[in-house]
């Protein structure tokens, strides 16, 4: 595989590597390569990135590298978030938010446990958006903090209280296994007959 | 849900499939059509269903009169008449080919489809800015429940990110995908179906989660269903079956 | 604000957009510029991204723009992202799915004449898989929801746009059955004459 077929596939892997990033290490085991020829290849697509006709750029943290915006072009992005297109929830987001809404409170943790993903981007954006709001902190080990949903939780889902949501929420320590079960489903029986 | 009950014959998407596949197999010009030879092959087939108390889709059944129609039509005495160009549109088999023509057309596109499958383009989440983004209220009624139920089956079809050497994510220990197995192994033991509560085994919370969505995915997947005789009585869930 | 910055920019918004992508709308609001200009950014970018040392490409799906992996790239990619074996489609849905993705928008009684069968089943597993979507309501009788392929159709099978989908086989000149798809096979003879 020559240098620049080498070149696109790092970029390729580097861009699906999403949040989490990707290492020489990983890169030089999918293509089979020693990773001097990665690093002297992330050095090319650096270079490249550094022209004014593009607009992302390679960051490196903990030899672990990621895409990304350049941050003279932050202000568009911005706006571009701030336009109504972009402010519908993403999945991650919403899946958050349902965890947290049934299970609160709950701890960022816990969410990443249930969706076997790193999220504290969807956590980050609901706080943002005012979606969920801090509810003080666990008393287990490091503290960690406590996700609640909040007030305008409620208003975006035009609910006027918290016991209008199909409920594993707040009172799961109370509440018989079985019964919850029934209620889960029947909820979301009553969802499926919306349809 | 009565879907679950209906059997679909074997390897066929239908009864267009069926008549393709007869007329592949016996290498029938499909303008041509021996209507009376094709039809005994497909009642022949149909039987053969019966025989084996298969139920039998209505449409098939729907077909088979329609080519019994077409074998009597076939054989009224304008048959004598020769046949020129004119006759041909007056062919009582035309709407009949049409309809195979066509369906085939997009059989054979499902299969152009399928040799694509697997060519998977990925896209990234998008990007968030942290540093001073204005905290963006949201408005009334934007989005419903319905969507953040949604997004939690979704959640299950996403791609989960193959555990790289050096991450610092702990692992679930109850993954839904695993429930999704445990759930559909049990019910596929029990015959009549399970009581939904059952399901819930183990009280704890990830687990109970990972059971509801579990159920919820296995539903939307076609894999089980559920019913309850009358409101409020136990519910039952139930396998559906092979696809 | 010159071409190659212009470009940088697009290229950052189309990053930063992720799998919510962008519209030339969007694009052509932020930047204060007309939608023309965006659409000639939008084809340079694109250009740029045939060249074999690029990893990334532009996909479009109804007018929504978005960055997208190679298709090529495919086997690389896997090899770092875990598809949990994600089940092949059924020959009854991806039936259904060609149908849907050649004469879109499409009811699905529609799918029904021409599969000769029942097709809930199927029409159900593909919204759930998220490769169709429905968009908006026929006007007949009873105004039956009319379904298309969504961007995860594209994604899912390596397109980058409905364009690149393979020309239905010839035997076209019977086909008074469907407008549509003579429609359609105008757009593919067209496209094929172009390349």
Known sequence: MGISHLKSVIEGLLFASGDQGVTVKQLAHILNIDKTTVKHILDKLKFDYENNDRGITIIESHDIFYLATKPEHHHYIKQMIDTPHATKLSQAALE?????????????????????????????????????????????????????????????????????????????????VREEADLFFANFQKLNNNN | ??????????????????????????????????????????????????????????????????????????LL??????????????????????????????????????????????????????????KQKVKKGELSIDDMLHALGKMLARKEWNKPLDTKIKRTEISVQEQMRNVLQIVKRTDGGIRFDALFDNPSRPRIVATFIAVLELMKKNQVFCRQKTHFSDLFVYYVGGD
């Open chain 2, 77 to 134: 005495p304008n048959q004598e008449v020769e046949e020129t160009e004119d006759e041909y549109m007056d062919d009582p088999r035309e709407e009949l080919v049409q309809r195979l023509l066509e369906y085939k057309k997009y059989k054979e596109a499902a299969q152009k489809l399928k040799d694509h499958e697997g060519q998977t383009i990925y896209i990234r989440p998008p990007t968030f800015i942290n540093d001073n983004m204005s």
């Open chain 1, 96 to 176: 958050t938010l349902a965890i947290i809404a049934y299970l609160q409170p709950i701890t960022r943790t816990e969410i990443e446990e249930i969706r076997g993903i790193k999220s504290d981007r969807p956590v980050q954006t609901l706080l943002s958006r005012s979606l969920i709001e801090e509810r003080g902190r666990k008393e287990t080990v490091g503290k960690p903090i406590l996700f609640g949903t909040s007030k305008d939780f409620l208003t975006y889902f035009g609910l006027t209280s918290l016991e209008e949501l199909p409920p594993l929420s707040e009172n799961i320590e109370e509440t018989d």
């Open chain 2, 1 to 74: 849900m009565n879907q679950a009950y209906r059997v679909k014959l074997p390897t066929f998407e239908g009864p267009l499939d069926l008549l393709l596949h007869l007329i592949q197999q016996y290498e029938i010009d499909i303008y041509d059509i021996p209507v009376a030879d094709i039809t005994e092959q497909y009642m022949e087939y149909i039987h053969a269903m019966q025989h084996l108390e298969l139920n039998i889709a209505s449409e098939y059944l729907v077909m088979a009169s329609t080519l019994l129609a077409l074998k009597s039509q076939m």
